[in-house]
């Protein structure tokens, strides 16, 4: 039997990952660099410029939080859906399946895979921000916990997605229909208190709204919500989406007929 | 000797309420060259499914090397390697990414699984295109990408489902030389193939597949000592006319054209008296060729009487 096999298989899907949206940074890394920086432009500089402040801080500074995380939850979700949905239609995925790499081993490759992209666009953001503000981080290891956990739930939310997904149309229904409306509602670009208690009610049954808010208390030291509550519900989302993740790929589903 | 594999009662419905396998039984002993052929449809691919795992059996048990497949999952799966009818590879990745890293799916170190890829694409003469996109391999080099795939953690048994499908005659000589090898080193291969002739030159055991039951299970000499008779043709120096035919009264025979003529011979008869006629009438034979296949004309025979 072979040392390290399950250490050596997981390393072999990571490097495969980063590969492929390495070698496809055209359409991996340069376009949400290229949103971002419009939003930057337009919503932060242009028109933030008349609206001045908001929760206590420059309209820009208040949404450089809220973008990165933007860019980091999409890229994650878009990273492991598109990767592991391809793999499936190609069959290329067989390869792996009928290899002896256990189920959770094939599960952290690709959200290990996951969360590099996301943060690998993450920082790309964060240094365009440079050019907008001076960023500085107010407690860097929620910073650093909250982007990663982020990370680690939209690339498993990307895996769910990708092992129920039967045709292109279905991997990207989730993204257009139910994420971007999540993140676009879930105040990256304007504070909880503009809105009327009924808006806020349904706020907080948003969780990116906890993510946005606990990673921008990360940066400015500001946010809507508890963050220890916040980083809990994390830890929940992570741990509920692995066990459903798991025990549908022991099951087979949308892989082994 | 122990069993490369053993299927016992194998059932499988998919979810659409199809029966694929209805009670598969198959043993193939280990160092074995087994055929296992079958029409469109039969079962074929679906077993070699449930061994590769990829399909999950309904109810009835597996094993590789006496270790069943559902509980003895790292070792089992270790133990095959499966080379499939359909390409099943990244066309956008490079040929010696696709081998390293079904070398990394196995837990091969990275110095090893770097040996091994080298080995076996020289073997399977892909080294010239390490470095190619497999998008830009012709139909017969995705083929033998496959196979150095699957060989690349060196397994014991080798399930290849129809390799030469659409590959041309050359390229499938040479193809099946290399399964040679590879068998005489004591891999046990399992090969289904719509060309019988592949099976009968390369194949010493042999079951036959059909509506999701083994119909037949034997050795391929067995098999073809069950053929009753067989047609010859009869190559000729020179041209022969059908009265100069008809005198030669030889039973049985027919003229298919002025160079050749065709005879039926039983499963007991010999040619020497055809020769017989020939050399009195000094006619030259140039050459000698069956008709058809032997094992196609087995196979279809029990297909019919299934």
Redesign the interface.
């Known amino acids: 039997m072979l040392a390290n096999y399950k250490y050596i298989a997981f390393e072999t899907i990571v490097v495969k990952e980063i590969r492929r949206f390495a070698r496809i940074w055209v359409q991996t890394l340069v376009p949400p660099a290229i949103t971002i920086a419009l939003y930057f432009l337009i919503f932060g500089n242009l028109i933030g410029s008349r609206i001045g402040g908001m929760g206590g801080f420059d309209y820009m500074d208040f949404i450089v939080p809220g973008l990165i995380m933007m860019a980091v939850i999409q890229n994650s979700y878009a990273n492991v859906v598109s990767s592991f949905f391809s793999q499936k239609f190609q069959r290329s995925i067989e390869e792996l399946l009928v290899s002896p790499v256990p189920n959770y081993v094939i599960l952290c490759g690709f959200i290990a895979g996951g969360v590099a992209r996301g943060l690998a666009v993450g920082v790309i953001v964060t240094l365009m921000s440079f050019a907008f503000t001076d960023l500085s981080i107010h407690n860097l290891p929620i910073t650093i916990i909250v982007v990663l956990m982020t990370a680690i739930v939209f690339s498993l939310a990307g895996f769910l997605n990708a092992l129920f997904a039967n045709s292109f149309d279905d991997i990207s229904i989730i993204p257009t229909f139910v994420l971007t409306p999540l993140i676009y509602l879930g105040g990256v670009f304007y504070s909880v208190d503009l809105l009327p208690s009924a808006g806020r009610i349904v706020s907080s049954f948003n969780p990116i709204f906890y993510m946005v808010n606990t990673f921008r208390y990360g940066i400015l030291g500001s946010s809507d919500v508890n963050i220890y509550w916040s980083l809990g519900m994390l830890c929940l989302f992570v741990l509920v989406l692995y066990v459903i993740c798991i025990v549908l790929l022991h099951k087979g589903t949308g892989l082994r007929h | 000797m122990t069993s490369a594999i053993s299927i016992k009662d194998l059932h499988k419905t ?2 659409n309420g199809h029966k694929a396998l209805k009670g598969v039984d198959l043993e193939v002993e280990e160092g074995d060259f087994f055929a296992l052929l079958g029409p469109n449809g039969a079962g074929k691919s679906t077993t070699i ?1 449930v061994i ?5 059996q309904t109810s009835g048990t597996v094993s590789v090397f006496g270790k069943d497949v559902a509980t003895h ?3 089992t ?2 133990d ?1 390697g ?1 080379v ?1 009818q ?1 390409v ?5 990745e490079k040929v010696m ?1 696709i081998v390293m ?2 070398a ?6 990275r110095p090893l699984a770097k040996e091994r890829t080298e080995k076996y694409l020289k073997k399977l003469g892909l080294w010239d295109k390490r470095n190619d996109r497999a998008r830009m391999l012709s139909g017969g080099m995705k083929r033998r990408l496959m196979i150095a ?1 699957a060989l690349v953690h060196e397994p014991r048994l080798l399930i290849l489902d129809e390799p030469t499908a659409g590959v041309d005659i050359e390229l499938r000589r040479s193809m099946w030389e290399f399964l040679q090898e590879i068998n005489a080193n004591d891999t046990t291969i399992i090969l289904t193939t719509h060309y019988l002739e592949e099976a009968e030159s390369l194949c010493r055991n042999i079951a036959i597949i059909d509506e999701g039951r083994i119909i037949e299970n034997t050795s391929m000499k067995l098999l073809l000592n069950k053929l009753d008779s067989q047609t010859l043709v009869f190559d000729l120096r020179e041209e022969i006319h059908l009265g100069a035919f008809e005198a030669l009264s030889i039973e049985r025979s027919r003229l298919v054209d002025p160079h050749s003529f065709e005879v039926d011979i039983g499963k007991d008869e010999d040619v020497n008296g055809v020769f017989q006629q020939l050399q009195e009438h000094n006619i030259g034979v140039k050459g000698l060729r069956n008709k058809t296949n032997r094992l196609e004309q087995l196979f279809l025979a029990r297909l019919k009487n299934a």
């Open positions: 998919y979810g499914g590769s795992t990829l399909v999950k999952i790292y070792e799966k270790l095959i499966v499939p359909e099943n590879f990244s066309l956008f990414d890293t079904q990394g799916y196995y837990g091969l170190p795939r």
